[in-house]
């Protein structure tokens, strides 16, 4: 039988204010282990606290303040392992390129993409020289006209090291929006991926037309490779997020969504760092003359293939080996 | 029961009680983005104002900096763009400056916190939320869907739950004072016990009696006696002799047992 609400708040409340200060201390991450065995036992009796409320004083403040009470304890209890040191260097040696290596049909749908932009680009321009007003951005094309390299001047206005961090930084923002545009049903994630391809395509061909193709491969070559790799990572984490959308398979779109987005962004935060990395080269060694061209081409292939090797072998087990050609249609 | 006036998160916890959080709504996460949004601008204002009065010419310390500096200031502006977000929630239990301010937090689908991989899904889907500007597509996706879920939140499998605070002192605050007659009084009136809404409305109404205006404080007093009160118009008259003795009357009929 149900006590008076009064006399009920007055017998348990102690317990529900003891449990109130041990998980403040749990925040604070002062718990001790034998204050631990009580935080356990207090959220057992609160629980059982909250099943009476449910029943004998449904709607009431007791009853939302147990629920509340309850949550809290909860959610300290039931934590998800936390990530540490150990777990990031685990990531990078063997979870980022395992989880590009199970993707590689978005990633290789995603450099299709891309490619084809590129093509398309190009062949826009070399048939109609007048479709490079339309697709290189004027500043380009200004210098273009003059037969100089608009890259020669991004050294002259800025110390090479500022270069090196404002890059860095603006292809971090175009890789997460090309991630992130996943969620439009890939349909965004396209556009970015054959967008940029186009701009690449044009410019290239607007270059090869004027006869400055030497200067663009010049500036391209040492950064080019990572930095588009990843750009075409993140296009495929993008289209795997799109695809979650579309075709979610046996789950509810929504658990399929958040499945797919959580191995989505494994993608994008593994190619981070790199990211960064190859923007100081970008700052650094690509514009101007400080480096001949043959040593930036070499550094370029050098750091692709390393990049690759990284992604293709880092972290692989035997079993991962025998299995690679037979899970290939997923 | 009554049925839920907001929308809910209903969590199965191993113990076998269900756990009901409030979720929150449109208005607190907006709040909350403009106290983490003005606090991002009033730290650059600041540190922005701290520099140039340290130092007289602003543009030659800058290009006089050296390369490892400049690129740790503008990695810095980038960082307080995306990493802010992420390193707070999972620092800080799910919740960020803003969100703290306002009582609402981060939590999964299923009520446990959020880890380091679902923060940074719903972070960098800042970059498709603020689309096509100041968050209009997190809005409509808020409003459309039924846990006030943007496209981040979406993706990520996460939600915002409300936390209140909770007074628990009106409960303790009743039994204090009961006097024999209103004892009496109640003792007569308690044939039958009250309904836990009953007691909610008359221990509210209690908490916040001292407060009221005078008149309104005797005509609540006597709308609740006449809901809870004794049968008979004779007692009845005697408890509404004055707010003392109706209050007295109402305090000690929430505490009375059930035999």
């Keep these: 039988m149900a006590i008076p609400l009064p006399a009920y708040v007055a017998r348990r409340r102690a317990d529900w204010d003891a449990l109130q200060a041990l998980l403040a201390r749990q925040r604070s991450g002062t718990l001790k282990l034998d204050a631990l065995r009580t935080l356990d036992t207090l959220y057992r009796r609160a629980s059982a606290d909250l099943a009476h409320a449910q029943t004998f004083y449904p709607g009431t403040d007791v009853h939302r303040f147990l629920n509340q009470l309850c949550g809290q304890a909860y959610a300290a209890i039931y934590q998800p392992p936390r990530e540490r040191w150990p777990a990031v260097r685990d990531f990078f040696r063997r979870e980022f390129p395992a989880t590009l290596r199970r993707e590689r049909g978005f990633v290789g749908a995603s450099a299709a993409l891309f490619l084809l932009g590129i093509l398309l680009g190009a062949v826009v321009v070399l048939w109609e020289p007048r479709g490079a007003e339309l697709l290189v951005p004027s500043g380009v094309r200004h210098y273009v006209a003059q037969g100089r390299m608009w890259t020669d001047d991004i050294l002259s206005v800025a110390p090479p090291n500022s270069v090196a961090s404002g890059i860095a930084t603006n292809n971090l923002t175009v890789t997460i929006v090309t991630f992130a545009m996943g969620i439009t049903l890939g349909l965004g994630t396209l556009f970015m991926l054959v967008n940029n391809g186009v701009h690449i395509g044009a410019i290239a061909a607007l270059c090869a037309r004027e006869g400055m193709l030497g200067g663009l491969l010049d500036f391209i070559a040492a950064h080019g490779p990572v930095e588009l790799s990843i750009i075409v990572i993140a296009g495929g984490a993008g289209l795997m997020v799109g695809q979650a959308l579309i075709d979610p398979g046996e789950l509810p779109r929504g658990q399929a969504l958040a499945l797919r987005g959580r191995e989505a962004v494994k993608l994008v935060l593994g190619c981070a760092p790199f990211l960064g990395l190859i923007g100081v080269v970008e700052g650094y060694v690509s514009p101007g003359d400080l480096f001949p061209t043959w040593v930036k081409a070499g550094l370029g292939i050098a750091l692709g293939a390393l990049f690759w090797g990284y992604l293709l072998r880092a972290g692989r087990t035997d079993a991962e080996a025998t299995d690679m050609p037979a899970d290939s249609a997923s | ?259």
């Design chain 2, 1 to 259: 029961m009554h049925p839920a006036p907001t929308p809910h998160l209903d969590v199965a916890t191993p113990e076998r009680v269900a756990l009901t959080l409030p979720v929150a709504g449109i208005g607190y996460r907006c709040l909350a983005w403009l106290v983490d949004a003005s606090l991002l601008f009033f730290f650059w204002l600041v540190a922005y104002f701290v520099f140039t009065l340290l130092v007289s010419d602003v543009l030659g310390v800058l290009q006089g900096l050296s390369g490892v500096a400049q690129t740790l200031l503008v990695v810095g502006v980038f960082a307080t763009q995306w990493l802010y977000w992420t390193v707070s929630e999972v620092l800080f239990h799910g919740q960020t400056v803003g969100k703290r301010a306002l009582g609402i937090r981060v939590v999964r689908v299923d009520g446990s916190p959020v880890g380091v991989y679902e923060s940074a899904v719903r972070n960098l889907c800042r970059a498709v939320d603020f689309l096509p500007m100041l968050y209009a597509a997190a809005c409509v996706s808020m409003l459309l869907t039924r846990q006030h879920r943007r496209l981040g939140d979406v993706l990520a499998g996460t939600l915002l739950v409300r936390e209140e605070r909770i007074d628990l002192d009106k409960y303790a605050a009743a039994p204090a004072a009961a006097t024999p007659i209103a004892q009496a009084h109640a003792q007569a009136a308690g044939a039958r016990p009250l309904a836990p809404e009953d007691v909610e409305l008359v221990l509210s109404f209690l908490a916040r009696a001292p407060g009221l205006a005078p008149e309104v404080r005797q005509r609540l007093g006597a709308r609740l006696v006449e809901r809870v009160g004794p049968p008979d118009a004779e007692a009845r008259a005697a408890v509404l002799a004055s707010t003392e003795s109706t209050e007295a009357f109402l305090r000690a009929r929430v505490v009375q047992g059930e035999r």
